[in-house]
């Protein structure tokens, strides 16, 4: 195992995804992230991607849902019938690449190759249920890779934190019976998908694995690293995850123009710190972040170098 060998994956096929003129998630905030990544140190891994299979995105998502997606973009369509995420002729092949570059994530760090990753790819996926795309997202890349851990490697026990400014309304929904996933996420309230209220905490088997934390529009870093220290490391104690995945938006960051609180770099590093000594203590320090949220490109390149480099424990 290399102790501290992180991974980092991008790649502008990603940018063959067009959501048209004027659409914040768009190609050029993602080249501008690309071209940051770039100016990491060699000792960062980059790792290679793949397309995901059939077989894999309907570990999370309905076999209809799939079907959908593929006519949806077959037929020249420019958003998917179930929402507002919107499609190019290439998306439905971008969206299973950037889903098995997290799979080929995951194999990395199981096999040792790396200790932790981040994955930069798009469309996001955290809004993304089993059988609605909504929210600029097609495939919910972070659900696909827990399932795929807990059938391809036997790691059942799976925290996923979310702290995109927006709910990962998708994730949520996929686990909300699972006992054996723990979602967490913190997001501003009262903002698109409406969804996260604190009473949310699961359903059956899954009562009380799932743990939202609304923040108030305008509040800067320090109430989020609190929420961290009160209520998600103890959460994390008690669950002793095998493996920690974060949807990772930067949209919370203060310059962004979608979100509304007020992060900045050093916030992302803290929680990033942080995401880290809960991966140490109950993981073997394995952990993959995926890229979700965020529409001011520089602001992303540089919350997202600020977390690359605090991945090192």
Request: one cysteine or more; charged letters at 20%; glycine letters at 10%.
């Amino acid at each position: 195992m290399n102790a501290d060998r992180i991974g980092v994956h991008y790649d502008a096929a990603y940018e063959r995804h067009d959501t048209g003129p004027g659409h914040p998630e768009s190609a050029h905030r993602y080249e501008v992230l690309r071209n940051a990544l770039e100016t990491l140190p060699p000792e960062i891994v980059r790792l290679p991607g793949r397309k995901a299979l059939v077989r894999e995105i309907l570990l999370a998502h309905d076999h209809d849902y799939h079907n959908l997606v593929y006519h949806d973009v077959e037929s020249f369509r420019d958003t998917l019938r179930t929402g507002d995420t919107a499609i190019c002729i290439e998306s439905y092949d971008v969206a299973l690449e950037a889903t098995g570059a997290v799979l080929n994530a995951v194999d990395a760090v199981l096999a040792g190759e790396v200790i932790r990753a981040f994955c930069a790819v798009r469309p996001p996926g955290h809004h993304a249920t089993a059988t609605r795309g909504m929210g600029f997202c097609i495939f919910n890349h972070v659900a696909v890779a827990a399932r795929y851990l807990q059938s391809k490697h036997g790691i059942q026990r799976i925290a996923i934190i979310d702290w995109d400014v927006h709910h990962g309304n998708g994730t949520q929904d996929i686990f909300l019976e699972d006992p054996d996933v723990l979602y967490i996420s913190t997001h501003e309230q009262g903002i698109y998908p409406y969804s996260g209220c604190t009473t949310e905490r699961g359903h059956g088997n899954g009562e009380g694995h799932t743990l939202n934390i609304p923040l108030v529009g305008g509040t800067d870093g320090s109430v989020v690293l609190k929420a961290w220290d009160d209520q998600i490391t103890p959460a994390l104690d008690a669950f002793q995850p095998e493996f920690l995945l974060i949807s990772c938006g930067f949209d919370a960051r203060r310059d962004d123009p979608v979100g509304g609180l007020e992060w900045t770099d050093e916030t992302f590093a803290a929680l990033t710190e942080r995401a880290v000594a809960s991966a140490l203590k109950h993981c073997q320090g394995r952990l993959i972040s995926v890229l979700e949220g965020g529409y001011n490109p520089e602001g992303i390149a540089s919350a997202a170098l600020a977390h690359v480099r605090h991945l090192v424990s």
